[in-house]
């Protein structure tokens, strides 16, 4: 994980205009993880007779496969709500990790001293768990607002070595698993029933209630920890990389089903999956195209251009419904291209649409000047890295920088053109918001 940038944050007036004060959607009641999930989810099963000195255990230091159940002595630390936080004096935060949770309602952030949880819209935070001793926290992965999360360590002082992968219950108030791996951990990924491993050349998936491995999966050289599944209870879908350079490949649990597509002809940089797991959105280290396949049969849908010059593509997003995607990159500019929408450009004369002077000059003249361009953009600064997700309300896109800004900004779905910045805040620096 990349860690902040020391670039102070710039100031943006106007905070929020377009909100409605007396409006409730997005709003979190919650001040722990014990949230509206609690309850259905299934609980891992640890050593009833040893409550608070127990956990399960799952070392793969040998083989890379389950061994017997070990015994483990827990720190008992709970979770601090914010309202009753007296924060100690430690030092200046630096950030290792930022991501979404599976509903972009909320965001996690690793930082040398703990984790944090941010409510999105309204903007707030959560709760943070700091540690006295470094305590650095390289990857945090939530289960939409419940009150599981995996933690794996990070920084000059992790707080948990960087081959495991902690297992929190904040109901518990205290770790009730660990999984060991023989190399370090790029990535985690959860779902309600699994729990997904990423480490740089394989896939672990693992079964919710018990820990129990279900699957390993070969990838080609992956030190982004690049994976992603899909959230619908019936319809378990993961991508991860194939084996060979630009290709990914698409599971199919339901349907017992493996899909290889070989997306681009260089390597794969980011990739994103539609939440019913239909759609899947790819780009290459090249950064300037980026693909949107249907993961079924492999079809390739739409072709999108981000730009003209290479870059490095940060992270791509679907919005819940699958009609807009994001992507951000390393040239500051946050894209939102059309996925469903008709490009009516090409029936506007009163002949057939082939008989368009866009379709008749299409295959005469390159690629470039006939590539399909993002509706929106917002810009932001060129070399930090931000990642970008869907809003809850309509047509709001949520940025997330690891300078530690948060931005929330709209876009118009009929003109497009620059977004309209409706909130910035500083997350790790919660005085210097505008």
Known sequence: MATVSTISSPVWPNPNPNSDPHSHEGIDHAETLSGDLHGSLPPIVSNPHHPQQQRISHNHEV???NSALASVPVREQTLIPTSNLQIPNFSPISLHHVSFNQDNGCFACGINQGFRIYNCDPFREIFRRDFENGGGIGIVEMLFRCNILALVGGGTQP?????????????QGRCIGELSFRSEVRGVRLRRDRIVVILEQKIFVYNFTDLKLLQQIETFANPKGLCEVSQASGNFVLVCLGLRKGQVRVEHYASKRTKFILAHDSRIACFALSQDGNLIATASNKGTLVRVFNTLDGTLLQEVRRGADRAEIYSLAFSSAAEWLAVSSDKGTIHVFSVTGVDNSDHTST?????SPRALIKGVIPKYFSSKWSLAQFH?????QYIAAFGHQKNTVVILGLDGSFYRCKFDPKTGGEMTQLEYHNFVKPDDSY
């Open 351 to 355: 002949g057939s649409p082939s008989s």
């Open 380 to 384: 932001l600064v060129e070399g930090t």
């Open 63 to 65: 083989n890379e496969s």
């Open 159 to 171: 707080q948990y070595p960087l081959n495991k992968v902690m297992i929190w219950d904040d109901h």
